[in-house]
């Protein structure tokens, strides 16, 4: 009975989890770093199972990004023309320049922002920097020069792939770092905000895999229960997802990111005062 009782607590604390990944993986507020500091109240263990949780759940945004952008992504959609297959070509061509920064440093620094970046205190920094950053650029907006992703140049792809880089780094915000990159690139917030979703595509989908594969390595096969609560992250931030994004470019089209640069500053000073003052 007991086990029965903390296995329905889990899954109450998947949901929830779920449903965070799914809000904050479109914002730019960092989903990772938000899914550390809710683990703290709704921790998932064994730690290593979280570790791989925190990633794998992803794949429910990815899925979400497939399905809402299905015909720009999918090279042979029916309604499209010879022209709309070659302009898929090219933006996919330009998601793997994008992420090829990512993939190198990714693949060297997996153990070290596991074993000594997750902390509160980096999240908190983290946090509140980068709110600053937003804060400032949107001060100082740059005229945007890019209104489309299909005017993107491979170079101007592959910088806002360095922005990405700086994700690694947990409470950054992935879709924050190449948000930023895009708008420093001279993006329109559109611009930057969808590009940052195609590039989630390929970086999540490798994450998930590189992480169940060690944890299959270390650890051996999940069990049934810690399937099924993968598979229900997965869908509850799948569905978020959908609403988030939707959200996310409705709100774009007349407003800046000030107001996600307060939030971060707001919460990482939360944090610093709940994990080092209280």
């Keep these: ?11 109450f604390k998947t949901i929830i989890l779920g449903i965070v990944q799914g809000i904050t993986e479109w914002l730019p507020v960092s ?32 899925i979400a990004v497939l399905v809402l952008y299905f015909q720009k992504l999918w090279p042979w959609h029916k309604n ?17 320049v994008g992420v090829l920064p990512a993939l190198v440093f990714g693949l060297l620094l997996d153990d070290l922002i596991d074993s000594v970046l997750s902390t509160a205190f980096v999240i908190s920094i983290t946090l509140i920097g980068y709110g600053i950053i937003f804060i400032v650029v949107e001060k100082h907006p740059k005229k945007p020069t890019i209104t489309s992703v299909e005017e993107l ?31 420093f690139c001279g993006c329109t917030r559109k611009v930057s905000s969808e590009y940052s979703f195609f590039l989630a595509i390929p970086v999540m989908a490798g994450a998930s895999a590189l992480k169940i594969l060690k944890y299959f390595k270390n650890y051996g096969f ?9 598979l229900l992250g997965t869908a509850v931030a799948f569905v978020v997802s959908l609403v988030a994004i939707r959200r996310l470019l409705q709100y774009v089209r007349s ?24």
Aim: charged letters at 10%.
């Design 80 to 96: 499209n023309t010879p022209e709309k297959t070659k302009n898929t070509f090219l933006l996919w061509s330009k998601v793997i």
């Design 1 to 11: 009975m007991a086990a029965f009782v903390s296995f329905l607590y889990d899954i």
């Design 255 to 278: 407003h800046d990111f000030t107001i996600f640069g307060k939030y971060r500053i707001v919460l990482g000073i939360i944090v610093l005062i709940f994990f080092y003052v209280l």
């Design 153 to 183: 140049d491979y170079l101007t792809s592959l910088k806002i792939g360095f922005f990405q880089c700086l994700a690694l780094i947990p409470g950054t915000s992935r879709s924050g770092a190449t948000i930023l990159g895009g708008l």
């Design 222 to 230: 999940f069990s049934f229960g810690q399937i099924f609560l993968l």
């Design 31 to 62: 989903s990772t770093g938000h899914l550390i500091l809710f683990s703290t109240f709704f921790p998932l263990n064994p730690q290593e199972f979280f570790d791989v949780f925190k990633v794998v759940i992803q794949f429910g945004s990815i």
